[in-house]
T-cell receptor
Framework: GAVVSQHPSWVICKSGTSVKIECRSLDFQATTMFWYRQFPKQSLMLMAT?????????EQGVEKDKFLINHASLTLSTLTVTSAHPEDSSFYICISDRGATNTEAFFGQGTRLTVV | RKEVEQDPGPFNVPEGATVAFNCTYS??????FFWYRQDCRKEPKLLMS???SGNEDGRFTAQLNRASQYISLLIRDSKLSDSATYLC???????????FGKGTTLSVSS
């Protein structure tokens, strides 16, 4: 069945470095991928909408130059956290769109990022 | 006003108890509604969709009241394995992206 494979599951990095998170759609093509983050005891918040072959749409307050999104193919969307700082430590997760038939969305497994 | 509001809990109940969670949403244009379950440090998993007619799946019953913009989840005969955070989720106006509540934490004890 359809699956979104997200890697890495967890990463610890030093302040100032960049981290790339990949989401691959397996057995289906994801025209749109939504990127969320979740801080402890908070809800998953939409950061940006990634569309294959076009620029991502960012939610208010999310820096597009800091969170680089690339959706170069129908099966791969990436989020790069550039010059990471401790306040970027969070749980990042990608979720595919629900498609024209509005069926169930598919979730990546999430990436727990810790910046030290 | 937050888009999706839930009582964060925690709800601490004994095995066998019946527990109810409530949720309100602010956008009357939302079209689809769900309850998800999230275990610690994991991705959310779909528990059930919610319809105006109400729907039941085993011990779980979900209800939607569009007029009041209110969603509920009832869990009967709670099991230890029901311990998790339950997320109330609605779609955005376009019906594409999901909007999540903070979640209600349930702890079932023996």
């Amino acid at each position: 069945g359809a699956v979104v494979s997200q890697h890495p599951s967890w990463v610890i990095c030093k302040s100032g470095t960049s981290v790339k998170i990949e989401c691959r759609s397996l057995d289906f093509q994801a025209t749109t991928m939504f990127w969320y983050r979740q801080f402890p005891k908070q809800s998953l918040m939409l950061m940006a909408t990634s569309n294959e072959g076009s620029k991502a749409t960012y939610e208010q307050g999310v820096e597009k130059d800091k969170f680089l999104i690339n959706h170069a193919s129908l099966t791969l969307s990436t989020l790069t956290v550039t010059s990471a700082h401790p306040e970027d430590s969070s749980f990042y997760i990608c979720i595919s769109d629900r498609g024209a038939t509005n069926t169930e969305a598919f979730f990546g497994q999430g990436t727990r990022l810790t910046v030290v | 006003r937050k888009e999706v509001e839930q009582d964060p809990g925690p709800f601490n109940v004994p095995e066998g108890a019946t527990v109810a969670f409530n949720c309100t949403y602010s956008n009357s244009a939302s079209q689809s509604f769900f309850w998800y379950r999230q275990d610690c440090r994991k991705e959310p998993k779909l528990l059930m969709s919610v319809y105006s007619s109400g729907n039941e799946d085993g011990r779980f019953t979900a209800q939607l009241n569009r007029a009041s913009q209110y969603i509920s989840l009832l869990i009967r005969d709670s099991k230890l394995s029901d311990s998790a955070t339950y997320l109330c989720v609605v779609t955005n106006q376009a019906g594409t992206a999901l909007i999540f509540g903070k979640g209600t934490t349930l702890s079932v004890s023996s």
